[in-house]
């Protein structure tokens, strides 16, 4: 079976943009493929993850980047999953090199959800909620995260000041990330003076609205090494669709999240303790904290934590590292690229490639993307460092500087 890899990355910039989707992506994929032979010689099937055609009024996204990529004639689709739309298209582009279908696939993503403004995202948002149920009450992304908030604050000793912390983390590790939102540090008061969007929710516990795109190619590990580029692979990938409706789950077991690294995890080989650094759908504080117990790397009612130094943590804390990009939170969410703007990072993490935020010695990094309200749908991926070919590593970085 070919080991699927990771062999060049690229990403336009992430926020408010004057660009529509098609551009996003060509600017994603022009960094991408600088220096290397042509997409059509190297690509043989496209996935393009996307939320929404309310932001464009554009399907055929999967044609439509096939053709500005300038590769005709093979298969390409949209994958949607809400906010995991961009790791399924990773997934998807991972199984097709695993099962020697193509041995080059372009996994991308692109959102151009600042269109409609804040609230032609909420709407779009909330076609991921369960209509019968919960559309029509007319609750938000943001008012969905706030129940979940609400019942991690009753059930554990967290306070909505170690959430704060988790965004302040973020947005100082984001500060470091020349493709983040955004490019200030802050402190809690910043926080937990910010304007309540949903209580215990403040403007930054969320995620921001944003544009983006993100291109990776996946192939295999001789091809990677016959283009000279740095490589990680793949080698573990799990997903897991847990219910639409948040009133059917447990609000504070993420366990499609859970199950979902439980596959990633036994076929990759590896435990939560190997994990190096994460990146985990921080779309709103409270979502890196529970998503820390979920995989594993913390105990239960103690993933709050996370913004915390590894030997400041608990027992039973691993010694992750959580979204060295900024995360969500302040590297940016546009939707449907998210996934891949996560691989993004850990590629860099794992080449050597993240400047001052590299993490020194990181080996195995863990993605974790989310469609829905918590796990409506959820994939995890599991990269490692040193794609090994028969004939030897691929090595070298490629920074970013913008
Ligand atoms: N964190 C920090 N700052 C933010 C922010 C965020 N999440 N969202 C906006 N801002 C800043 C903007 O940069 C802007 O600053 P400026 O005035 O210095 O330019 C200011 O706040 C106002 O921005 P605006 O876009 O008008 O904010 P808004 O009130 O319309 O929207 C939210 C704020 C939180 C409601 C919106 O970002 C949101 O809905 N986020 C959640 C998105 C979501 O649900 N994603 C999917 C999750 S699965």
């Given at each position: 079976m070919p080991q699927p890899v990771i062999a060049t990355v690229g990403a336009s910039p992430i926020g408010r943009t004057d660009l529509p989707g098609r551009d996003l992506f060509s600017v994603a994929l022009a960094e991408a493929f600088e220096?290397?032979?042509?997409?059509v010689d190297l690509v043989g099937a496209v996935y393009v993850g996307n939320q929404s055609e309310t932001y464009e009024h554009q399907i055929m996204q999967g044609t439509l980047m096939a053709e500005w990529a300038g590769v005709g004639m093979v298969p390409a689709e949209r994958v949607e999953g809400c906010a995991a739309a961009g790791a399924l298209a990773l997934r998807h582009a991972v199984k097709d090199v695993r099962n020697g279908e193509h041995d080059g696939v372009l996994a991308c993503g692109v959102e151009k959800m600042t269109a409609g403004g804040t609230g032609g995202a909420t709407d779009a948002l909330?076609?991921?909620?369960?209509?019968?149920?919960?559309q029509r009450s007319g609750v938000t992304a943001p008012s969905q995260y706030a129940l979940l908030a609400s019942r991690y604050l009753h059930e554990t000793e967290a306070t909505e000041a170690d959430l704060a912390e988790i965004a302040v983390k973020n947005h100082t590790n984001a500060a470091a990330n020349p493709r983040a939102q955004f490019s200030e540090a802050i402190d809690a008061e910043t926080v937990l003076d910010s304007?309540?969007?949903a209580p215990p929710l403040k403007l930054y516990d969320c995620a921001p609205v944003g544009d983006g795109a993100a291109a990776v190619l996946v192939t295999t590990a001789e091809i990677a090494a016959d283009l000279g580029v740095p490589a990680v692979s793949v080698d573990g990938v799990g997903a897991a669709a847990n219910n639409v409706a948040v009133a059917e789950r447990d609000m504070t077991h993420i366990e499609g999240a859970a199950a979902a690294a439980e596959t990633a995890y036994a076929e990759a080989g590896l435990a939560p303790e190997d994990i190096d650094i994460a990146e985990v759908?921080?779309?709103?504080?409270?979502c890196e904290a529970l998503l820390s117990e979920a995989v594993g790397f913390a105990p239960e009612g103690l993933g709050y934590q996370s913004h915390l130094s590894p030997e400041a943590r608990?027992?039973?804390?691993?010694d992750v590292e959580l979204s060295t990009s900024g995360g969500l939170k302040a590297r940016g969410h546009p939707i449907g690229a998210t996934g891949l703007l996560q691989a993004i990072e850990a590629y860099e993490q794992l080449t050597g490639a993240a400047g001052g935020r590299a993490l020194d010695g990181a080996e195995h990094a863990l993605l974790l993307n989310e469609g829905g309200v918590a796990d409506a749908v959820t994939v995890v991926h599991i990269l490692s460092a040193g794609a090994e070919p028969d004939s030897g590593v691929a090595t070298g970085t490629k920074e970013v500087t913008r």
């Open positions: 220096g290397l032979p042509d997409p909330s076609a991921a909620f369960d209509r019968a149920i919960e304007p309540t969007v759908h921080d779309a709103f504080t409270v608990d027992d039973g804390w691993t």
